[in-house]
């Protein structure tokens, strides 16, 4: 036996095309591709860019909100190419399309919801710990300054000496 024969004709006469549609059903897959290509250079070159389009805080080199919904807007359009075009989405009904995209968006907007507000508390957190750090090195600096600091100031050298008297 030199061939596979299941007793089932071939995908071709199976799936009812002609040459012609073939050729169509290849164009769009290859304008999807194309697509996606594109909207992946762009990412690149907007990340390659962020600085120079201002899209970046020059303080703490973090990006701004505007850069992450540019990129979370490009992925959300890869995202839809591929379940579309791809996937075959969009030959099915209205009903399946639902069924099948509710529960990935309701997914990925909590994702969204709780990377925001993640960000958003350590933004906060950050802000307090820098005030409370800054704040302590002023009434320190008040301290040492008014001599009510260490008695004989004798404290510090004691903790070093013994400190190295350990690791020996």
Do not use: C
């Not at 594109?38 to 303080?59: C, D, M, P, R, V």
């Not at 909590?110 to 704040?135: C, F, G, P, R």
């Amino acid at each position: 036996m030199s061939e596979f024969h299941d007793g089932y004709p071939q995908y071709e006469l199976m799936a009812h095309h002609s040459e012609e549609e073939g050729k169509i059903m290849r164009r769009k897959l290859w304008n999807v591709f194309w697509i996606m290509l594109g909207i992946t250079i762009l990412e690149l070159i907007i990340g390659s860019y962020a600085k120079e389009l201002h899209l970046i805080n020059e303080l703490d080199r973090s990006s701004t909100s505007i850069l992450k919904i540019i990129f979370i807007g490009l992925t959300l359009g890869k995202a839809y190419y591929i379940i579309y075009k791809f996937m075959h989405l969009e030959h099915e009904k209205k009903g399946v399309k639902y069924a099948v995209i509710a529960p990935y968006t309701v997914f990925i907007l909590y994702l969204v919801y709780v990377l925001v507000a993640e960000a958003n508390y350590s933004k906060v957190h950050k802000t307090k710990m820098d005030h409370l750090i800054e704040q302590q090195k002023n009434d320190l600096n008040a301290a040492a300054a008014s001599g009510h600091g260490h008695e004989a100031g004798a404290t510090h050298e004691a903790g070093a000496a013994h400190e190295g008297a350990e690791h020996h």
